[in-house]
């Protein structure tokens, strides 16, 4: 049995981007004998992984733009990096300006290529999803280590999957009581995506072939509350976003829509998206969240291809793809076809709702 070793995988990308390497972190933690560490941007990789048991650890830079002369936080990065110089790497990122950082920011830590196995030498295949490709990248071994574990392989699930810890539960129990929303169904709508605001306002729908019209929101909102009189619907997003989301509940002019976009952060929207009636998204990052998380999902493509992209969940029937190429606008998918999408979800397991009953017992202890 070779010796075990902690691989360190390094990916640049957004929120969708990193929840989907988690089937490689657990085929790498089987390979391995060890969990990963993972470098990687934003906050939300270490609330994404915290307590997750194939990721030892988590450095997260807050941007990887700036050039490194002048990213302390890069060299900070970089020093943590030279004590893995043992370690294989596994460089996920396929953008040629960010991989070129990481390149250096592995030659300053003294890391050889020999250690290293990267995504761009792997070709993704025509119609080929996304985590496959990840996963023939897990199952490639750096030169430096080929003796020991060429031979060692991992056949592991293929879909991503995220665990909920007590304490998240619970707070995120304690959080809908407070909001009242405790014991009614919840349907979350994701209307907004990492380009649909920017610093000088909401981006021109022209402009973004991921925006659905606000109308159309308001007929499906309509539609769910028809089926669901006492569902209480909950608009998601960013802080950024929170704007945005109460023009869209504006025009909704109905009663048990909420936004709750300040009030949301990723260990509350996991453990919501746990207990979810379902979920309605546009392509972006709590899109694959909730498939994760096993929330029945109805997900509407723009330009990019649902082949490479599509969200994947342990029971295949809980995602419905709309739209994507060759439409190539969200806007193209009409209202009926996302309801239509959305009565045919299948029911969520009643083990991940807890009843009304249950509601005594929170308020107890709040």
């Known amino acids: 049995m070779p010796m075990s070793f902690q691989p360190l995988v390094i990916r640049f990308g957004r ?22 560490q993972l470098l990687a941007v934003g906050n939300y990789s270490t609330e994404l992984y915290r307590g997750q048991p194939d990721v030892a650890g988590v450095i997260a830079l807050q941007s990887h733009h700036r050039p490194l002369a ?26 040629p300006r960010a991989l070129a950082r990481i390149r250096r920011m592995l030659k300053f830590a003294g ?18 999803h996304w985590i496959e490709h990840l996963l023939q990248l ?17 056949i592991t699930s293929a879909v991503p999957a995220l ?31 990492k380009r649909t ?42 802080p950024i976003e929170a704007d945005y989301l109460e023009s869209i509940r504006h025009a909704m002019a109905q009663p048990g829509i909420e936004v709750v976009a300040k009030d949301l952060p990723l260990t509350r929207l996991k453990a919501l998206l746990a207990v979810a009636h379902s979920m309605i998204s546009v392509d972006t990052g709590p899109a694959h969240m909730a498939a994760a998380m096993g929330c029945p999902l109805v997900v509407m493509f723009g330009s990019v291809s649902p082949s490479h992209w599509t969200p994947r969940a342990k029971a295949p029937d809980a995602v419905h793809v709309l739209g994507g ?36 017992d929170i308020k107890a202890h709040t």
């Open 138 to 154: 897990a199952d490639a071994t750096p030169l430096a280590f080929r003796d020991p574990f060429a031979d060692v392989t991992s």
């Open 163 to 193: 665990l909920v810890s007590a304490q998240e539960r619970a707070e995120c129990d304690r959080w809908l009581v407070d909001r009242g929303l405790f014991g009614h169904p919840l349907v979350l709508l994701q209307p907004a995506n």
């Open 325 to 360: 190429p060759p439409h190539n606008r969200v806007d193209a998918i009409a209202p009926d076809e996302v309801i239509d999408a959305w009565h045919g979800l299948p029911a969520r397991s009643p083990l991940t709702v807890r009843p009304d009953a249950a509601l005594t």
């Open 70 to 95: 002048f990213s302390p936080e890069q060299w900070h990065a970089i020093h943590a990096l030279r004590q893995m110089r043992h370690v294989p790497v596994y460089v996920c990122e396929p953008q």
């Open 197 to 238: 605001v920017r610093w000088s306002g909401v981006r021109a729908a022209s402009d973004d072939d991921k925006q659905w019209p606000i109308a159309h929101w308001a007929q499906v909102a309509e539609a769910i509350h028809t089926q669901l009189p006492h569902a209480r619907i909950l608009l998601c997003g960013s």
């Open 111 to 128: 890391i050889p290529e020999s250690h290293c196995a990267f995504l761009n030498d792997i070709p993704l295949q025509p119609g080929g």
């Open 15 to 36: 929120l969708g981007d990193t929840l989907l390497l988690q089937p490689l972190l657990r085929r790498l933690h089987a390979r391995y004998g060890q969990p990963c």
